[in-house]
Each structure stands twice: as C-alpha cells, then as structure tokens.
C-alpha cells in the first residue's frame, strides 16, 4: 500500500513538473521566432514543433530509463526502504536545484522579433531547431526517475509516456498560440525562478515519500 501511494506520489509530479518545464520559453519560443524569421506557415512550424518534442522526450525517456535501472540496485539492496530512499534522493536534488536557483541570474533568453533577419536555409534551421531539443534531455525529471528505481518497468513507461504527451501538448499549444502574438504568452517569473520552482516541489515529494513511510 505504501509503494503504492509513493508511485502515485511520483507520478503526480513528474507530470507536475513536465508541465512547468514545458512552460519555459526555450521549448517554444524558439520555433515561434524561427518560423518568424523564416516565413513558415503556420503549419509548417507545428511540424517542426512535434518532431523536436518527440525528440526531445525520448532522449529524456531514455537518459530516465537508464537511471532508475541503476538506481533498482540501490532499492533491492534497501528492501523495505523505499520511501526513504525516495525522500532522500528528492530532497537533495530539491536543495541543489534551490542552491543553483539562487546562485544564478536567471535565463536571458533571446525574446526580440527575428522577422527582418536573413534567412537560413529552411534543412539549416529544421535541423538546429530539432537538435537542440534532442540533445537537451529534461535533466529535472532525472531525480523523478531516480527515486522511482523500486517500481515496476511497466509503471515506470508509463510515467514517461505520461511525461511525454504533456511536454508535446504544452509545447504545441504555446507555438501555435504564440505564432500570433508570442509576447503575450511569457512567463518572466517561472523563467527566472524555475531552479527555486522545481527545487521546492521535488523537497515537496521528498516530505510525503518520507511521510507514507
């Protein structure tokens, strides 16, 4: 019963924090001023837009995968303390992330309108765009996976499934909705307290693994 609650605690933020993270500009934004710059139907960018999300989740898929399986040693060695382990890999993840918020300036990410620059060639821009969301998996979603190393595989595709048709969704949404009128959608106080924001809600999930104990 207890494994049971910490899944659904896990699950819960994991989708919790693919969605905050998803808000971030630098999954978005990106495309809505290339396809600016480019002259891209509207069409054409949500193409884009798709593709670089698929890449982009299942690089972090696999990265996460990869993690809770090195951590299923740990939780078979500690039988019985999984909710423990759960707090503590939480918990300090959460105090690093805190720590790295405060130390930082916040991103300073590019939000003027690109229209009037020269063009790339349309593969050039496709490719950077898809590139740089493929080799950036979501490196805050990791400890989610880390701690989770005492569930089932089955549970634990599902969580990344589940991961990744939110971050696809938010990320489509926002570009097709900025491609009009992108500043109205910007998240100035997610964007410079995102490390704080994440950092918070992973010491959150730490507090009731360790409470269902």
Known sequence: ????????????GMLLIALLHALLPTHWLSFVLVARAQGWRRSKMMRVVLASGFGH??????????????????????????APLAAFVLGGFGLY???????????????????????????????????????SP?????????????????VLIAMAVAMSAITIAIMGVLAYLGYSGYQKLAFP??????RLVLGLLLIA?????????
């Open 205 to 213: 999930l730490a507090v009731f693994a360790f409470v269902v104990e």
């Open 138 to 154: 979501c490196e805050t979603l990791i400890p989610i996976f880390l701690a989770s190393g005492s569930l089932p595989w089955g």
């Open 57 to 82: 989740v299942t690089t972090t898929t696999i990265v996460g995968l990869l993690a809770a399986a090195l951590s299923k040693g740990f939780h078979e060695a500690m039988a019985g303390l999984e």
């Open 1 to 12: 019963m207890t494994q049971k609650i910490v899944a659904d605690g896990l699950f819960l």
């Open 189 to 194: 106080w997610l964007e410079r307290n995102e």
């Open 97 to 135: 992330y805190i720590v790295m918020g405060w130390r930082r300036e916040g991103h300073r990410h590019c939000t003027h309108d690109h229209s009037e620059d020269p063009p790339a060639a349309d593969k050039v821009a496709v490719g950077a765009l898809f590139a740089e969301m493929t080799l």
